[in-house]
């Protein structure tokens, strides 16, 4: 084996495992990362992953493989830049190892992340809410098990690699209903939930019938749900919900905007924003303030407090005829 196949190793088994302790997800995204780049070079050079050195890992190797990412498998700039942050933490790990390549690595470390537009938060009116919970067919096995994964989403927020984690033991539907949860960071934190959420998770506990160790919401075969599962699951019930809810066919609908739905709805019923961060399990505040901006009841609020302005409507005459001729160009 070359330099480079022992050291992706050692990354892997004794940095991220061992020292970092990095989560299954982290792992699990920076081998689909080097996973790619190996593809890529395979097509690109002709050397299999085994055969390829440091040298064949260079600044412009790895900027052709990001651009691959985007132009032909068509990434967003936000993954673009998760995939270069794998490869950084690959690489500060490598210039320790190797520092006979410390300038190849530099090169490598000095690629700027892209910069982009941030869209504004997608989330759900209480209108789609009424809708989406409608959607699954309560007579069958799925839709009881759906209709209570969403309504638990909706409510608490969850992320859904967290949804997807949870065990029977997870949740408490006496006094005190809450669902505990282990979030990013290996941060642990408590989601209270209200009766109406609590009564349809008691009903389905029930219906599940598991020991307190398997999974809360299971396939058929008694299997985890995947994060693709629940996608797919959510497409499902949205296009059956769109039938009587018309702004559901265009609006793009993600585990992800259930979570947005959670930090709205708790955001215009006056909670403060600390405690939003601490419900949804936020590092900092900063990752709440998105939803600020997406909030146009708080932006009207703030209208309304201010003066409104009275000058009169007017058009810019220009007093010269060459300014003139220059503004009608």
């Known amino acids: 084996m070359s330099q480079i196949a022992p050291t992706v190793q050692m990354f892997f088994t004794d940095y991220l495992a061992k020292q970092r302790q990095a989560s299954v997800h982290t792992i699990s995204s920076y081998r689909d990362t080097l996973r790619l780049l190996f593809a890529f070079l395979t097509q690109r050079i002709g050397k ?18 990001l651009d691959h990412l985007e132009t032909e498998r068509d990434n967003s700039a936000r993954t673009r830049n998760t995939r270069l942050g794998a490869l950084r933490s690959l690489f500060r790990y490598a210039s320790l190892q190797h520092p006979e390549h410390a300038e190849l690595i530099a090169r490598v470390l000095g690629i700027p992340p892209k910069r982009f537009t941030k869209a504004t938060v997608s989330y759900l009116t209480a209108v789609e809410v009424d809708a989406l919970l409608a959607a699954p067919d309560l007579t069958r096995w799925e839709g009881r098990r759906d209709h209570a994964l969403l309504m638990l989403c909706i409510q608490t927020g969850l992320r859904v690699s967290e949804l997807t984690g949870l065990n029977c033991a997870d949740i408490a539907t006496g006094t005190g209903a809450h669902v505990r949860c282990q979030g990013k960071g290996r941060k642990e934190r408590a989601v209270p939930l209200t009766t109406p959420t609590a009564t349809v998770l008691h009903e389905w ?66 909670v403060d924003t600390t405690v939003i961060a601490l419900w949804l399990g936020h590092a900092d505040t900063r990752s709440t303030n998105a939803y600020l901006h997406a909030d146009m009841t708080i932006k009207e609020r703030a209208l309304a407090l201010t003066t409104p302005v009275t000058s009169r409507a007017g058009r810019y005459q220009p007093a010269d005829t060459l300014l003139a001729f220059l503004e009608g160009l």
Do not use: Y
């Not at 992953?49 to 493989?65: K, Q, R, T, V, Y």
């Open 205 to 270: 506990l029930i219906e599940r019938a598991g020991s307190p160790s398997e999974p809360l919401f299971p396939t058929r075969t008694g299997r985890r749900l995947s994060r693709d599962a629940v996608d797919q699951r959510l497409t499902v019930h949205r296009v059956v919900a769109s039938k009587n809810c018309a702004t559901l066919q265009t609006k793009r609908l993600s585990p992800h905007s259930l979570r947005h739905t959670t930090a709205m709805t708790l955001l215009q019923a006056g």
């Open 48 to 65: 299999s992953p085994s055969a390829l050195d440091w040298d064949d890992l260079g600044h412009d190797i790895i900027s052709a493989f």
